[in-house]
């Protein structure tokens, strides 16, 4: 169970219960091919990772490892909610628990081979990603930011680098520190058949 769906309505759910069906086609379960069916998810340039994140079991099962090949709408819901923005009334406690799920959200979402670390190019395009959809950068400002932001990650990281050194790659303990003072909660949203789902689960 993911751990906002404690804060979605009757209302919310219904709705998304709703959009399930639409895309299932009135199944019991989801495909991949049904998602990429979903036009607004077209141009957004991880697309295959957002996808790919509806059926990655670390996501909806704990200690879960590899991937499915359907979900039920509980699992769709459980998704789902790691794209919310977290509800006003609730304590500091609570509101840090919804970030740091929705950074391991993130952070599995790019982690593709499951072995703990992201590369230094995938936390650019989760930089990237982050800044441009907040709407206050464009593409290229925000572009630009996170090639700074993974240069500084990389000396933070590993310090001075020989050219035949072998960077690792990020830990999430390390994700963790390097987006302390980023802004996710209310800038991870994605759009489902024209209904934007920061604006469907308020």
Known sequence: MGLEQNYVSLEQISLLHNRFKQLSQ????????????????E????????????????NFQKDGVGSVEEIGFEEFLTVMSYFRAPPQHITEEQREKIRRSKLRFLFNMHDTDNDGTITLEEYRHVVEELL???????RETAKGIADAAMLEVASISVGPMAPDDFYEGITFEHFLKILNGVEIETNMH???????ATVLCK
């Not at 009135?26 to 998810?41: F, V």
């Not at 141009?43 to 790919?52: A, L, M, V, Y």
């Not at 441009?132 to 464009?138: I, K, P, Q």
């Open 132 to 138: 441009s959809r907040s709407g206050a950068l464009g």
């Open 26 to 41: 009135n199944e019991e379960t989801l495909r991949r091919d049904d998602l990429k069916t979903i036009q607004d998810l």
């Open 43 to 58: 141009s957004n340039p991880i697309r295959s990772q957002i996808i790919e994140a509806f059926f990655d079991s670390r």
């Open 190 to 196: 994605i759009r489902f058949l024209n209904m934007d």
